[in-house]
């Protein structure tokens, strides 16, 4: 089941060490089929207030997600952004196609 890997970034300093991890992020994903499906963008809000930036990158299954997260690539540069950026970050599975909103009531 697809997992995505969920970033909350607030208080973004864009520096030198900003501009590398955004170069060298990409590299880090490939060797685990991760792949960014929101990446900041104009937010067009409905309803609240949502202050800072999303960030979503989706892998095949939990068990890359955590690898790619994990791997000493990725833990190389993730210094660069946690000392610039305030936020928070997670992973979370998606559902399957057929899931419904009272498929929640009988977990």
């Not at 300093?13 to 900003?18: A, F, S």
Request: aromatic share 10%; proline share 3%; with cysteine.
């Amino acid at each position: 089941m697809t997992c995505y890997a969920v970033g909350h970034l607030r208080n973004v300093e864009i520096g030198k060490e900003i501009v590398a991890y955004l170069e060298a992020i990409d590299a880090t994903l490939a060797p685990f089929e991760g792949q960014f499906i929101i990446h900041s963008g104009q937010k067009h809000m409905l309803e609240g207030a949502f202050a800072g930036d999303l960030i979503v990158i989706a892998f095949p299954d939990l068990a890359r997600a955590r690898a790619w997260y994990a791997s000493s690539a990725y833990q190389d540069i993730l210094p660069l952004r946690t000392k610039n950026t305030e936020g928070d970050v997670f992973l979370i599975e998606g559902v399957d196609s057929d899931h419904r909103a009272t498929d929640i009531l009988s977990s």
